[in-house]
């Protein structure tokens, strides 16, 4: 009954979320409309995708209900309760109780994390959802051994057709299990064990070592990935997880020692492996100081560390569990805590893409786009930022992106642009709305952009460049190009 009233306020609480305004939700809404639409007319993928299983399953609740925006709301909120589920099914089987299974479900369910899953990384749900089911099967909740090794394989398949995040955490976490096996068996040697527990710090301090070496050139992906000198994880500034990465702080190196150093045989050689995995994997890449952590990047340890509040919902039972038997106490002060850390969770701030005046000027954009389609031309290019180049695609059926690049094919290529100043339009400029405070969403032609960045105050530029951010790599290619024709 618990678990049910559970799924059920949180579904709801989504599905109000999810379902306030009529269009779709998230920087990469309309990505998915666009793949949706794509599949169901031509039978494959605006953009060609590696893991496309995702896409698949929307398609299928598109063609049921005729509305794509609505099969994706429809498939995130489907997701997100089989992941719950999922963490359910997890955490009562490897602890042993299913009032901690409760409690994982919760936080899974309610933690104000689960928002930006729901919204801007649906394929990601899927995939780590169908890898928690998955987990729990090749933990041994299946009694017969072939079953269990052939449920588990198919759903990790599943999972790793659903987003490419899963072809790294599920061999590292396979390789944290082996690594945690070696440490918790009573017949291994010390020097093996002393051997590992090194091999585990050399992973925390890996990622400054790669950034420091001069010997090999790093890929830019990768460099901006890397931090030589370390950086405390938890930043004022971060837009989501704070309450998370407290609880992580508190619990998974906690919990990590308690399994290392009792080796709980009450508890089962599942708990050992699956929560010790798990805290370990929070210990060296989520609350790792040498990992750029900063989610408004959104690379791939931002995008990893949206992942953190199932990483609590794992732990933070599991330990009220294990300190049972061990700490009595500690499993009282973090039962104590339980409600602190939910109410801090839920108080978090909802992601941009579900918040109501975002939701608002896209709705606004949406009919406001077309009026002005006649003013781009017969071969036009739109250069806008993030999400809003799936818009202008699904609204108006031409080409979108975000950088332009040297080769246009003799395409018209205007400029997007939000939050400009009305006392700073030019004649040429097309203005498609008015936006909050009185400033315009604007069509730019590339022409004249670089003159009339160039004739900004330095204040004004600053301002327009931070609402802008598709703009960066222009400018900075632009001030190369001129300091490279000024050295020449």
């Not at 052939?150 to 790793?160: G, N, Q, R």
């Not at 000027?361 to 809003?388: K, S, W």
Request: aromatic content about 10%; proline content about 5%; some cysteine.
């Amino acid at each position: 009954m618990a678990l049910f009233t559970v799924l059920v306020l949180s579904t709801v609480r989504d599905a109000s979320s999810l379902f306030s305004y009529p269009v779709a939700v998230g920087g990469d809404g309309y990505y998915y409309v666009l793949q949706i639409n794509q599949l169901l007319k031509n039978g494959h993928l605006y953009f060609a995708s590696y893991t496309p299983l995702a896409f698949y399953i929307l398609a299928g609740l598109s063609f049921l209900t005729r509305n794509p925006i609505l099969a994706i709301k429809l498939g995130s909120v489907g997701f997100n309760a089989l992941l719950c589920l999922g963490v359910f099914a997890l955490v009562s089987s490897t602890t042993r109780n299913q009032w901690l299974g409760v409690l994982g479900c919760a936080i899974a369910a309610l933690s104000g994390m689960h928002f930006y899953m729901i919204a801007e990384f649906i394929k990601n749900l899927a995939g780590v959802a169908l890898l928690i089911w998955a987990a729990w099967c090749a933990s041994g909740a299946l009694e017969n051994y072939q079953a269990r090794v052939a449920t588990s394989s198919v759903l990790i398949i599943l999972a790793l057709l659903s987003h490419i995040s899963i072809w790294g955490i599920a061999p590292g976490l396979f390789v944290l299990v082996l690594i945690l096996r070696c440490l918790t068996n009573e017949k291994r040697s010390k020097l093996l064990k002393l051997t590992l527990t090194f091999a585990v710090l050399f992973l925390m301090i890996c990622p400054a070592l790669i950034a420091f070496q001069r010997f090999v050139q790093l890929p830019p992906w990768l460099g901006s990935e890397l931090l030589i000198r370390p950086r405390w994880p938890i930043s004022l500034r971060s837009p989501a997880g704070k309450a998370e990465m407290l609880a992580l702080l508190l619990t998974a190196p906690t919990t990590l020692f308690l399994i290392v150093r009792h080796r709980p045989a009450s508890s089962g050689n599942r708990f050992r492996l699956i929560v010790g995995a798990v805290a370990m994997w929070s210990v060296v890449v989520t609350l790792n100081p040498f990992l750029n952590h900063d989610m408004k990047q959104l690379g791939i340890i931002g995008r990893l560390d949206h992942l953190m509040y199932l990483q609590v919902a794992m732990i933070f039972p599991a330990l009220i569990g294990l300190s049972l038997h061990f700490h009595r106490k500690l499993a009282w002060l973090l039962l104590a805590l339980t409600p602190c850390f939910l109410a801090a969770s839920l108080l978090a701030s909802l992601p941009k893409g579900l918040q109501s005046w975002y939701l608002i000027e896209r709705q606004q954009m949406i009919q406001a786009l077309p009026e002005h389609r006649q003013q781009l031309g017969t071969n036009p290019l739109v250069i806008a930022q993030h999400g809003d180049e799936f818009v202008v695609t699904w609204v108006l059926g031409i080409p979108a992106q975000q950088n332009v690049t040297r080769h246009t094919n003799n395409q018209s290529v205007y400029w997007l642009l939000h939050q400009v100043n009305p006392a700073l339009l030019t004649p040429s400029m097309e203005v498609v709305m008015e936006e909050n405070s009185g400033f315009g969403l604007v069509l730019v032609k590339r022409d004249e952009l670089r003159e009339w960045l160039d004739h900004l105050d330095k204040e004004e530029k600053d301002r327009v460049l931070a609402q802008n951010p598709h703009l960066e790599n222009y400018v900075s290619e632009s001030q190369t190009i001129s300091k490279s024709g000024l050295e020449s």
